[in-house]
Every structure is written in C-alpha cells, then in structure tokens.
C-alpha cells in the first residue's frame, strides 16, 4: 500500500470512492464528496492535509484535514478537523483508515497543529486516542451525542490553553 497527497488528477476518483464508501456506511451518503470540493476551494485549505491510499494503483482511501477554530470569550485556537475519512467497502477492515489517519497526524504535528477533532464512532477512533472533546471543555456547535464529538492531543498538553466551541470552515456549512 502506498499513501500519498492527493493530486488534481485524483479528484475524480476520490470523489466516485467517497460516494462509494459512504454509500454502504451506517449513516449513508450525505454530500461528503461536495463537502470535499467545497473545502479544497476554502482559503484555509492546505494541499498537504489531503492523502489517497493505493493498493496495485488504484485509489481505496481517502483521508482529509481542514482547519477548525475552538472560541470562548477571550481567545481562539486553530486546529483541525478530520473530515471525511473513507475506504472503499471491499478494502475495509485491513488497516488502511488507520494507516490514512497516522500519517495525517504526522503532518498535522510536523506543520504544528496541536489537536485533531472528528465527528465519529468513538469504537473506532477510540483505538487511535480519541476521546469526548468535553472531557477538555469544548463543546460542539450543534447538538450531538457527546460520545460521538472527539478529539485528539496530537502534541502533550497540545489542548491544556483550549476551551470553548469548535468552528468548523464555512465550508461545512
């Protein structure tokens, strides 16, 4: 398996597995590929926050980060939000989600990112170290089961300065 940056040449591909995976997935399809589009076109979009895996050549992961603001009255933090991650359904189950997220998260740390939200299945993202973003006092923008807002110290102490409410780009909107 090789994971890379995503190139615009992938963009059509990515787009047909999103849909794919997200398709077949408990919840279903709900814009995710659009929601993609609309971030690659965000200012605060950053090229190297966006990976493809590859099995024989072909594209069976996608995983991508995009920056999200935590507020409170006195002070904002930047830090990320992965969204959305997916792997075709055939290709499920063997390590590749894991391998997509482990190496968004080296890139996040190295461009010096403190912390990585999700909004997902705490069963799953639990085993990569996320955990209830409440338990660091931040909240969500909407309401959501607590178990399923996440987050993730990529750094120590990389969230001890943070509280507030997470902002998601205007492309989530």
Known sequence: MLIRKVNTNDYT???RLIV???STSEYGYSNEAELVEKIRKNITHKKDLELVALIDG???GHGML???KVINVLDESIGLVLAP????PEYQNQGIGGKL???LENIALYLGFKFISILGNPDYYGK???SEAKNYNISAPFEVDSKYFLIKELEQH???EVKGTLIYSSAFE
């Open 13 to 15: 591909e990515v787009s």
């Open 85 to 88: 991650l997916c792997v075709l």
């Open 158 to 160: 990389g969230l001890k």
């Open 128 to 130: 990569f170290g996320y």
């Open 66 to 68: 995009s920056q999200v």
């Open 101 to 103: 997220i482990e190496e």
């Open 58 to 60: 072909k594209i069976v």
């Open 20 to 22: 794919s995976s997200f």
